[in-house]
C-alpha cells in the first residue's frame, strides 16, 4: 500500500480510539442498526460534508452525494437511495443542499468544454436556460452565480417532489417533507430557501406557480 495512505489509517485508529474512549457503547449500538430522520441529498464537493455541518453523528443523517446535488428521473443511483430512506427508512425530512461558489455551477453557466461532465451539466444549462432572463439581469458576477445556485435547488426540489416515490408516500399519508437549502463555504451557515413542500397538494402547487 502507498506510504501516502498510511497516514489516513492513523488518523482512523486515532479517532475510533477517541470516539470509543467517550462513548464505549458507540459502536456496538452503530453497528446494530440506522435509524435517521433525514435524508441528505448535497454536492460532492470535499467541502460540504453533511453530518458535520448540521453537527450530527454517523447515523443520523443517510447522504446522497453528486456533482451539483441534481436530482434526475433516470438516475437510477440516486432515485435508490431515495426509495430505501423513504420506503425502508422511513425518513420524515429530505434536504436538498446546494451551496453557494458550486464548482458545477459555474462550470454548466460557463461555455468551455469539459468532457463527458457536460452531460451531467446539461440538467444544470437547462435551470439556466429557463431562468436566463431572471440570471442575467444581476450585475455582480458573484451574486448571480449565487442566484442560479438557489434556483439549481428548487429545481431539485421540485424533481424529488415529482419521483414516484415521493408521491407515493404522500398518497399513503406518509409523513414526508422536502427542503431545499444552500450552504455558505464562506461562513457555514445553512439557508433555508423557504420551499418546503410536505404533501401533494402543495407539490402540485409549486409546480403551477414556480417558472422554473
Not at 456496538?28 to 460540504?48: F, H, M
Not at 458550486?102 to 437547462?126: F, R, T, V
Request: with cysteine; aromatic share 8%.
Amino acid at each position: 500500500m502507498p506510504n501516502s495512505l498510511n497516514n489516513l489509517f492513523e488518523k482512523n485508529r486515532e479517532w475510533a480510539a477517541k470516539v470509543k474512549e467517550e462513548d464505549p457503547a458507540f459502536f456496538s449500538t452503530l453497528s446494530k442498526q440506522q435509524n435517521p430522520e433525514y435524508l441528505w441529498i448535497g454536492c460532492a464537493d470535499s467541502r460540504v460534508p453533511a453530518n458535520q455541518i448540521v453537527d450530527l453523528l454517523p447515523g443520523e443523517v443517510f447522504v446522497h452525494r453528486n456533482i451539483a446535488n441534481v436530482v434526475v428521473h433516470t438516475d437510477l443511483n440516486c432515485l435508490s437511495v431515495i426509495q430505501y430512506a423513504v420506503d425502508v427508512l422511513k425518513v420524515k425530512h429530505i434536504m436538498v443542499v446546494g451551496h453557494y461558489n458550486c464548482g458545477g455551477i459555474k462550470a454548466a453557466m460557463g461555455s468551455e468544454d469539459h468532457g463527458m461532465i457536460d452531460n451531467w451539466l446539461g440538467h444544470i444549462k437547462d435551470v439556466y436556460r429557463l431562468n436566463k432572463s431572471e440570471v442575467d439581469a444581476i450585475e455582480d458576477e458573484h451574486s448571480r452565480f449565487d442566484r442560479m445556485c438557489e434556483l439549481n435547488v428548487m429545481e431539485q426540489v421540485s424533481n424529488v417532489c415529482q419521483s414516484s416515490i415521493v408521491k407515493n408516500a404522500w398518497r399513503n399519508n406518509q409523513e414526508l417533507h422536502v427542503h431545499g437549502w444552500c450552504y455558505s463555504l464562506e461562513n457555514g451557515h445553512i439557508k433555508d430557501l423557504e420551499v418546503t413542500v410536505s404533501n401533494a397538494e402543495q407539490s402540485l402547487n409549486r409546480l403551477n406557480t414556480c417558472k422554473i
